[in-house]
Structure formats: C-alpha cells, structure tokens
C-alpha cells in the first residue's frame, strides 16, 4: 500500500488504494445525486401528491438514524466487502425501479431500502480513508473526495432532469443503477483495508461493539466536539435554504435568474475549496480547519443579511459557501486524524447519523421564523448562531487539542556509590572532578 505526503495530485497519481476508492466514491456520489432529482421529478409527473413527496424524501433520510449500527458493521468487518455489497443491492435496487416503475407503496420501500444501504456505504468509505493515505495527507484526500461530491451535487441535478426530459424516468433510473454496478466493479481492485471479524466474533458481541463505539465518542473530546458542532452547524446553515428566495425576490425585487446565480455561486464556492486545498501541499489540522470554515460560513450570513445590493448578496454568498465547503472536509479530516483506526466506522456512523434531524428541526423553525421576521432576520440570526457555534467549537477543541505528545527526555538513573566512597550529599569530601582527556 503506497502512501505518501504531498499534493491530492500525488495522492491520485501514486497511491493506487486511495485512486481506486476515489473513483468508486465519485461514481456513487453521481449515482445518490441523480435518484434523488429522477424521484422526484418522476413522482412530480405521475401527480403525486405533496404529502407523498415528502413521504419518498423521508423515506431516503431516515436510514440516516441508522448511522451507528452501520458504523459498528464497518468496524467488524471489511469495510471493502461492505461497500461492494452495497453498490450491488443498490444496482438490483434502483435495477427493479427503472424496469417496473412501481406503485407508490412499493416505491417508497425501494426508495427506503436504497437509503439503508447508503448509510451502510458512507462509514465504510469514510473510514476506509486514514487506512489508505498518512493522517498529514488527509486533508487533501479529504478535499479530492469534497470535490466529487460537491462536483456531483452541482451536475447530479442537471444529468437526471436532461435524461427524464429526454428519454424518461426509466432512462435516469437505469443510469444510476449503472453507476452502482461500475462502482462496484471498481471496488474489486481496492485491497482489503480492515480486518474481517465477522467469522471470529459471535452475533451476540454486535451490541457491545455498538455501545462501546457511542462511549468513545462521548468520552472522546475531538469526536465529542465535531459531533455537537456538525449537528449545530448543520441546523443553523440550513435556514438560508428558506430564507433566500425571499430575500431576493421579495426585498431586492430580483427574479428567478438572481435565485439560480446566487445557489450556484455557492456551490462554486464549495467546488473550488477543495479543488484548491487538493492541489496544495498545506496541511492544517482538522480542528483547525473546522474552526475557519464555522468563521467563514457565520461571517458570510451576516455579510448576506445586511446587503443592500443584489450583487453584493451574491458574492458574499459565496463566502458562506466556501464555508460550508472547509467544514465537509475538515468533519472528516479531524475524524481520521484523532480517532483509534478500529473504531472509524462507529464514529463516523455516530457523527453523521443525526444530520437529518438538525436538517429537519432548521426547515421547521425557519418558516415561522421568516414570518415573525424577516428574511435578512433570518440570516443575521442564522449567522450569529454559527458564530456561536464556532465558539463552542474553540473552546472546546482547544482544551481538546494540546502539543503533541514528544517523549521527555530520560532523567540519568541514579546508582548506589561504591562502597567506601563517601559523595558530597552524605556531607563528606567530594570527589575531584573528572580530569579531561588530552
């Protein structure tokens, strides 16, 4: 297994695990991206209801709360083995729905089924990355990995509506089913990157393992911190995604096209963040990073909801951006450089899994906040929150973090004295001193 310091481009170019693992992941990250837009799309064509959207976009969150079973899973055994598993269930999953294109009742199981599988993908290939590069290199793997995904969040949506248009549900169905076979095909090629425990261990052992993953992230201070400041962060962030359409329509008097230029001037942002960090040779810690991205990400609300003009709103939406783009690779980086390698998958698990209930409480609260305020309310209070976030992130990462542990010097062992020989402690005559060598 090749590992090296250096670039993200060196990482892709020499070390063959990790180059192996990112273009699986870029291809299922393709694939999550286009299920969720082909679904929605196609349920939006064949009239369903609103009530039943939401069903189907809470049938694809809730397998998140499963976070820390599948984490424990990953841990017990080889992570690889998991990943493959998963991308071939899920090819035959989203295989079923493109060919049949069932009633809603079995749909939304399918959806349901696709969404447990997931969550048993992310802590595997999570916790694949510190097993395959060295802890200083995370944060560039971390940030090639960032930019596939953010690459896919911004293309995903555009691919599944270009293909539903053109060619039907059916064809952007089969295409991410493909891109889950072509991952898995990919993944045959990654060396095994975890120790199979599942022969040795006896079924009973699950919940002990599960149990003792949730006591190391409570008592263990980094993990702790980034799990509180990932669930705090999340649910203040989420609040602009209800404020800004009416920000820009209704208090600047923009239009539709001000909407999209300002949504994808931050997902620019969050493409270029990583782009930039993989290219370069810096390697901060990943505390470190979190604590900049929570800044940016607080400083860039603020600066939204006290503009006046639409086109500062929309670059300084691009700071936000850039924000939340350090804080996805700095969660990851400072995981895979303070946590015990075989407890990886259960924090991971651990951290991630209450993302959809911050995600759920913001959506909830920032719409009768929106209309109890206003929307550049919302965003000075979405903003000081994080600030607020990101001072609870110092404090408590700071007592977290401490120098790194160098070994002391060794004291000289003191012997017995001949006997006889009186020193100068004893109150005797001290010795001459040493005389020197010529």
């Known amino acids: 297994m090749t590992r090296l310091r250096g670039s993200g481009l060196s990482l892709l170019i020499d070390n063959r695990g990790f180059r192996t693992l990112w273009l699986a992941r870029t291809t299922s990250y393709l694939g999550d991206v286009i299920t969720a837009t082909a679904v929605v799309l196609y349920l939006y064509d064949i009239g369903a209801t609103p009530t039943e959207l939401g069903l189907a976009l809470a049938a694809k969150a809730l397998p998140q709360g499963l976070g820390p079973v599948t984490g424990t899973l990953a841990d017990r055994w080889d992570p690889r083995r998991i990943m493959i598993t998963a991308d071939l269930i899920r090819f035959g999953t989203v295989g079923l729905i493109a060919v049949a294109l069932p009633p809603f009742p079995v749909l939304i199981a399918l959806i349901l ?46 691919v599944g509506a270009v293909l539903i248009q053109a060619a039907g549900a059916r064809a952007a169905f089969a295409l991410d089913a493909a891109s889950y076979l072509l991952s898995a095909l990919v993944l045959f090629f990654l060396p095994p990157v975890g120790n199979d425990h599942g022969a040795s261990r006896r079924t009973t052992r699950f919940v002990a393992d599960l149990t003792a993953g949730l006591r190391y992230v409570a008592g263990h201070a980094v993990a702790r911190a980034v799990a509180l400041c990932l669930f705090l962060g999340v649910f203040f962030a989420a609040w602009d995604s209800v ?133 550049a309310g919302v965003f000075l209070i979405a903003g000081t929150g994080l600030l607020g976030v990101a001072a609870v992130a110092w404090w408590l990462l700071r007592r977290a973090e401490g120098p790194p542990p160098y070994p002391h010097a060794r004291t000289p062992r003191r012997t017995n004295p001949p006997a006889g020989v009186v020193t100068a402690r004893s109150g005797g005559p001290s010795a001459p001193p040493p005389t020197s060598p010529p």
């Open 113 to 158: 089924l696709k969404g447990t599988l997931t969550t048993c993908f992310l802590p595997a290939g999570k916790s694949c990355v510190p097993r395959l590069v060295e802890r200083s290199s995370l944060v560039q793997a971390n940030s090639l990995l960032g930019l596939s995904r953010n690459v896919a969040l911004a293309v995903g949506p555009v």
């Open 243 to 375: 404020a800004l359409v009416f920000l820009i329509k209704d208090d600047h008097g923009g239009t539709d096209t001000w909407v999209g230029v300002a949504t994808g001037g931050y997902g620019l942002a969050m493409v270029l963040v990583p782009l930039l960090l993989a290219l370069t040779r810096w390697q901060p810690s990943g505390p470190r990073l979190l604590l900049i991205g929570l800044c940016c990400s607080a400083l860039g609300l603020i600066a939204v909801g006290i503009a006046g003009q639409l086109i500062l709103i929309v670059l300084l939406y691009t700071i936000a951006g850039a924000g939340n783009g350090l804080e996805n690779i700095a969660t990851d980086t400072a995981i895979g450089q303070s946590v015990d390698s075989d407890k990886l998958g259960r924090v991971f698990g651990a951290i991630y899994a209450p993302v959809f209930l911050a995600e759920t409480a913001a959506y909830l609260i920032s719409g009768p906040l929106l209309e109890a305020t206003s929307p």
